[in-house]
């Protein structure tokens, strides 16, 4: 599936665009996952990417969030796809865009993230190490993980 990739500040995206990232997390973080306080005050303090299909449909989208809002270093969060989008590799792609833009912004830094726990061998394949042991963050196993600059 070919995106294409929209990355702008929180202030820049526009309601469209904030309104679709919102929803297809609401749709994958509350319904499928179970309730938790998606939106937070870090979407304020993030660049947010966000990745359509030809027809205009938002398949897949995360954010980052500046340095020293929830680490030290730039971390990147909120990744999700779309039912539809996943198992195809629109995953992979979300976040190779994702860390491309995090080297871009912030040259030479490492990149923090907070994965679920299940998803440690896709992240590794990343790049990522996991640099804690495994923790519930809103009732799901986590583990936090660190990519070297």
């Known amino acids: 599936m070919t995106l294409r990739w929209v990355w702008a500040r929180f202030d820049d995206l526009g309601v469209h665009a904030l309104h679709d990232a919102l929803a297809l997390?609401?749709?994958?973080?509350?319904?499928?996952?179970?309730?938790?306080?998606d939106p937070d005050?870090?979407?304020?303090?993030?660049?947010h990417l966000l990745g359509y299909d030809?027809?205009?449909a938002l398949q897949a989208c995360l954010r980052v969030v500046d340095p020293g809002v929830n680490y030290p270093e730039p971390s990147i969060g909120r990744v999700v796809a779309a039912r539809e989008a996943r198992?195809?590799?629109?995953?992979?792609?979300?976040?190779?865009?994702?860390?491309?833009?995090c080297h871009q912004?912030?040259?030479?830094?490492?990149?923090?993230?907070?994965?679920?726990?299940?998803?440690?061998?896709?992240?590794?394949?990343?790049?990522?190490?996991?640099?804690?042991?495994?923790?519930?963050?809103d009732d799901i196993p986590h583990v936090e993980m660190l990519k070297s600059a």
């Open 105 to 137: 912004v912030w040259p030479g830094q490492d990149i923090r993230i907070s994965a679920q726990a299940h998803l440690q061998p896709f992240y590794g394949s990343l790049g990522f190490v996991a640099v804690s042991g495994e923790y519930l963050e």
């Open 25 to 37: 997390r609401c749709k994958v973080f509350i319904l499928e996952q179970g309730p938790y306080q």
């Open 87 to 101: 198992g195809n590799g629109t995953g992979r792609a979300l976040m190779q865009e994702g860390i491309a833009r």
């Open 41 to 47: 005050a870090a979407d304020k303090q993030s660049y």
């Open 54 to 56: 030809a027809a205009g």
